[in-house]
Protein backbone atom coordinates (compact mmCIF):
# COMPACT_ATOMS: atom_id res chain seq x y z
CA UNK A 1 0.00 0.00 0.00
CA UNK A 2 3.10 2.48 0.79
CA UNK A 3 4.35 1.39 -2.58
CA UNK A 4 1.42 2.44 -4.40
CA UNK A 5 0.66 5.95 -2.39
CA UNK A 6 4.49 6.65 -3.05
CA UNK A 7 4.06 5.96 -6.91
CA UNK A 8 0.91 8.20 -7.33
CA UNK A 9 3.17 10.93 -5.36
CA UNK A 10 5.64 10.99 -7.70
CA UNK A 11 3.46 10.62 -10.70
CA UNK A 12 1.33 13.96 -9.14
CA UNK A 13 4.33 15.65 -8.49
CA UNK A 14 5.97 14.99 -12.01
CA UNK A 15 3.20 16.27 -13.72
CA UNK A 16 2.75 19.24 -11.38
CA UNK A 17 6.14 20.37 -12.30
CA UNK A 18 5.49 19.66 -16.23
CA UNK A 19 2.67 21.82 -15.85
CA UNK A 20 4.30 24.73 -14.78
CA UNK A 21 6.67 24.84 -17.64
CA UNK A 22 4.25 24.00 -20.24
CA UNK A 23 2.15 27.06 -18.74
CA UNK A 24 5.53 29.34 -19.17
CA UNK A 25 6.05 27.90 -22.69
CA UNK A 26 2.91 28.58 -24.00
CA UNK A 27 3.26 32.00 -22.77
CA UNK A 28 6.26 33.15 -25.01
CA UNK A 29 8.92 32.55 -22.23
CA UNK A 30 12.39 30.41 -22.54
CA UNK A 31 14.65 28.63 -19.96
CA UNK A 32 17.36 30.21 -19.74
CA UNK A 33 20.84 31.24 -16.99
CA UNK A 34 21.97 34.14 -15.70
CA UNK A 35 25.89 33.59 -16.22
CA UNK A 36 28.90 35.69 -14.77
CA UNK A 37 30.88 37.31 -16.76
CA UNK A 38 34.17 38.62 -15.79
CA UNK A 39 34.57 41.13 -18.35
CA UNK A 40 34.43 44.71 -16.90
CA UNK A 41 31.10 46.70 -17.80
CA UNK A 42 29.50 43.11 -18.73
CA UNK A 43 28.99 41.71 -15.63
CA UNK A 44 26.23 39.17 -16.68
CA UNK A 45 25.23 37.43 -19.63
CA UNK A 46 22.11 35.25 -20.42
CA UNK A 47 22.27 31.63 -21.60
CA UNK A 48 19.46 29.90 -23.48
CA UNK A 49 19.12 26.98 -25.36
CA UNK A 50 19.60 22.91 -24.13
CA UNK A 51 22.25 21.51 -26.76
CA UNK A 52 23.23 24.87 -29.10
CA UNK A 53 24.25 27.13 -25.73
CA UNK A 54 23.52 30.54 -26.83
CA UNK A 55 24.75 33.42 -25.31
CA UNK A 56 22.85 36.81 -25.00
CA UNK A 57 23.68 40.57 -23.97
CA UNK A 58 20.30 41.71 -21.61
CA UNK A 59 19.55 45.36 -21.56
CA UNK A 60 18.53 45.16 -18.51
CA UNK A 61 18.78 42.32 -15.06
CA UNK A 62 16.91 42.69 -12.25
CA UNK A 63 19.12 42.77 -8.69
CA UNK A 64 17.12 39.50 -7.46
CA UNK A 65 18.09 37.43 -10.51
CA UNK A 66 22.26 38.60 -10.62
CA UNK A 67 23.62 35.46 -9.56
CA UNK A 68 25.31 33.19 -11.30
CA UNK A 69 23.64 29.50 -12.69
CA UNK A 70 20.62 31.30 -11.67
CA UNK A 71 17.61 29.51 -13.44
CA UNK A 72 15.11 31.88 -15.37
CA UNK A 73 12.54 32.26 -17.15
CA UNK A 74 13.10 34.95 -19.76
CA UNK A 75 10.64 36.56 -22.65
CA UNK A 76 12.82 38.92 -24.98
CA UNK A 77 13.13 39.95 -28.34
CA UNK A 78 16.57 40.39 -30.42
CA UNK A 79 17.45 44.24 -30.32
CA UNK A 80 16.93 45.42 -34.26
CA UNK A 81 20.09 47.75 -33.51
CA UNK A 82 22.89 46.01 -32.95
CA UNK A 83 25.21 48.39 -30.45
CA UNK A 84 28.89 48.72 -30.60
CA UNK A 85 29.83 46.65 -27.12
CA UNK A 86 32.96 45.58 -25.31
CA UNK A 87 31.39 42.40 -24.60
CA UNK A 88 32.31 40.93 -27.36
CA UNK A 89 29.64 38.19 -27.18
CA UNK A 90 26.39 37.71 -28.26
CA UNK A 91 23.44 39.72 -29.77
CA UNK A 92 21.98 42.50 -27.60
CA UNK A 93 18.52 41.56 -26.40
CA UNK A 94 15.67 43.33 -24.68
CA UNK A 95 14.35 41.83 -21.72
CA UNK A 96 10.26 41.82 -21.64
CA UNK A 97 9.68 39.65 -18.50
CA UNK A 98 12.24 37.35 -16.50
CA UNK A 99 10.60 35.09 -13.47
CA UNK A 100 12.74 32.96 -11.36
CA UNK A 101 12.73 28.81 -11.91
CA UNK A 102 12.99 26.41 -9.82
Same mark, same amino acid.
Given at each position: ???? /? /??? /?? !? /?????C??S?? *???????????V???????????I?????????????????A??K???K !?? !??Y?????????????G??I???? !?? *???
Amino acid at each position: MKRV /F /FIC /FL !I /FCTSFCSCSQK *KYIQQGYEAALVIENNTEGCPFLIETGDTLKKKWLPNLLPDAVKKNKQK !IW !IKYHIQKKQLPSICMVGKQIEVLD !IK *KRK
